[in-house]
């Protein structure tokens, strides 16, 4: 028994705060990495991304889910935190050599083959452990610098896409540093001295807390107030809507740029946003400007075979088409900086129910929040007589919605919602069958063969542009008729029938749109103050936080940025 307590006290122990700060690292660490896959998956630019969707075939529900982004952000401030706090603490207890990697260890990893193999020298593991310290914090800097760059929109001259790459692959190298971490900890007989404290360097460890917590308290409140700001200045003459943005106003006022990366089929992923904004009173006017090279309004067209009439689509039917579809832009705003963001919920079926599945998550607030979100689409809202941005909203999660049918979480329109002033121009004759399998026919027919020569020449590729109009509207229609389907195989008729404008809170935003030289610009004008619920009012004296967003023919992949812009009114 003596023997046995003698050996217990000999076991080698390591200093509580190495301990403590060892372990929450690793906590921190393991959550960062769950919740920076999950975003990853849904990256399908970034090098790391396919990995991750990989990899999140085989874990599934292993990984974060929910708020996911906000988790994310969370942990990365920890591991930093952490990180600091460990190099205040080797600093103060005069510790670091243990860490610091020394030329004899150097030559030890790289010695010659006459001192034989590697791994059977006495100094081989002890050496490559410590390699591995100075691995582990520069993945650590490298992964906080490219994470402040992302969030911040500051990627000094490099595109997105590889400053997200970057991030990325220095995650999944931190992935294999842990597991061969554990190996070389295992080797030098030191793993269960990491589960042993003792109370020693208290003092060095509490005073590394204490420096660690304000120097990352003061850059948190930077980084909460450090936000871009959009001034609105009152003018006496308000800008005409006309799409084109060329109002003497615009030039008078300042204008913010947001740089959106990640969205579907845009150059890179990429696309920047110019906002400028005015106000006279009673409305305000918000000019946006964004790149897109090419005007896409092949909104799920009809094609006629020799077979019948198909829809034009690739990913239509799982709610995800990213070829035939309109140029879309969104605008959310929220009276809390956060709180945009917060309605983001990365994951499978989170809300349950018998509804369409949705893999890649949802928008809906946790507590009861309402957050602001217009939504101009170039096809439906854009081609209304006058045109509009849908004025939709997040808020929490809505009932769930009959088998096969699609779920947006919180996401709806502003009431009275539907029904919706524009019409698919296609009845499904197959309804059991998928959309790409499924026979169709037309709602509508033109009223006269004339009608079709406003698309302007036809080019089925997705990504070509389509200068014509591509809707139809309800007065230059007639309903389906087999007597009247004379169309010869190849004919193309627009997928989409205008009838009528939006009505009440979903008619509070008007707005005209034109596509010149590569890029968009719309201009919107709503009421200060709408008076309702489901709407942030503009008032001097109380801030709103913008984000926005670029759909590039695609359904739901918006480019997309984290940083709100500030919009104060003067």
Not at 332 to 343: D, E, I, Q, V, W
Request: zero cysteines.
């Amino acid at each position: 028994m003596a023997e046995q307590a003698a050996g217990r006290r000999g076991r080698p122990r390591i200093d509580l705060p190495t301990f403590l700060l060892h372990w929450s690292l690793v906590l921190a660490l393991g959550v960062s990495l769950s919740t920076g896959l999950r975003i990853a998956s849904d990256d399908l630019r970034s090098l790391a991304g396919a990995p991750a969707r990989a990899l999140l075939g085989v874990l599934g529900g292993l990984l974060a889910e929910g708020r996911v982004i906000q988790l994310h952000v969370a942990s990365s401030w920890a591991v930093t935190f952490v990180a600091v706090a460990y190099a205040i603490f080797m600093w103060r207890s005069r510790l670091a050599p243990r860490v610091r990697l020394q030329g004899t260890e150097l030559r030890a990893l790289t010695g010659s083959p006459a001192q034989g193999p590697s791994a059977e020298r006495p100094a081989f593991w002890p050496s490559l452990n410590r390699l591995l310290f100075q691995v582990a914090f520069t993945l650590i800097g490298v992964m906080a610098v490219t994470g402040w760059m992302l969030y911040h929109e500051v990627t000094l001259g490099l595109r997105t896409s590889w400053v997200m790459t970057l991030h990325g692959l220095a995650a999944w190298a931190l992935v294999a540093y842990a597991a061969l971490h554990v190996v070389t900890v295992w080797k030098v007989g030191r793993f269960w001295k990491m589960l042993s404290p003792r109370p020693r360097h208290a003092l060095a460890g509490g005073l590394a807390t204490m420096a660690a917590l304000l120097l990352l308290g003061a850059t948190y409140v930077t980084y909460r107030t450090s936000h871009p700001t959009l001034r609105v200045a009152r003018v006496e003459t308000p800008p005409a809507l006309t799409g084109e943005g060329d109002d003497p106003v615009w030039s008078s006022t300042r204008s913010v740029t947001i740089r959106t990366a990640r969205g579907a089929n845009l150059p890179r992923g990429e696309s920047t946003v110019e906002v400028r904004a005015v106000h006279d009173g009673r409305f305000v006017y918000f000019r946006f400007r964004w790149d897109d090279p090419q005007r896409s309004q092949k909104m799920t067209p009809l094609q006629k075979l020799e077979s019948g009439w198909r829809v034009l689509q690739t990913g239509l039917e799982r709610n995800d088409e990213n070829d035939f579809y309109e140029d879309k832009f969104a605008a959310m705003l929220s009276y809390r900086p956060a709180l945009a963001s917060g309605t983001v919920h990365l994951g499978a079926d989170l809300v349950p129910g018998p509804h369409y599945p949705n893999p890649r998550g949802l928008h809906y607030s946790e507590d009861h929040a309402i957050v602001d979100l217009w939504h101009w689409k170039s096809v439906r809202s854009g081609g209304m007589t006058p045109g509009f941005i849908d004025d939709n909203y997040v808020g929490p999660p809505l009932p769930p919605v009959e088998p096969g049918a699609r779920y947006t979480g919180g996401y709806t329109q502003d009431p009275p919602g539907a029904p919706h002033p524009y019409i698919q121009n296609w009845v499904t004759l197959d309804a059991a069958l998928p959309l790409s399998e499924a026979r169709v026919l037309p709602r509508f027919l033109p009223a006269s063969p004339d009608v079709l020569t406003r698309l302007g020449e036809v080019d089925l590729d997705p990504a070509a542009h389509d200068a014509g109009v591509w809707n139809l509207s309800i007065d230059d229609v007639v309903p389906y008729d087999p007597a009247l389907d004379d169309y010869p195989v190849g004919t193309v008729l627009p997928g989409i029938v205008i009838d009528g404008t939006f009505e009440g809170d979903r008619a509070d935003v008007r707005a005209e749109a034109r596509w010149a030289d590569g890029r968009w610009t719309l201009e919107a004008r709503r009421l200060l103050d709408t008076g309702s619920r489901y709407d942030v009012a503009f008032a001097a004296g109380r801030d709103v936080f913008l984000w926005v967003a670029v759909f590039d023919r695609s359904q739901i992949r918006h480019s997309q940025h984290l940083q709100p812009v500030r919009v104060v009114l003067e």
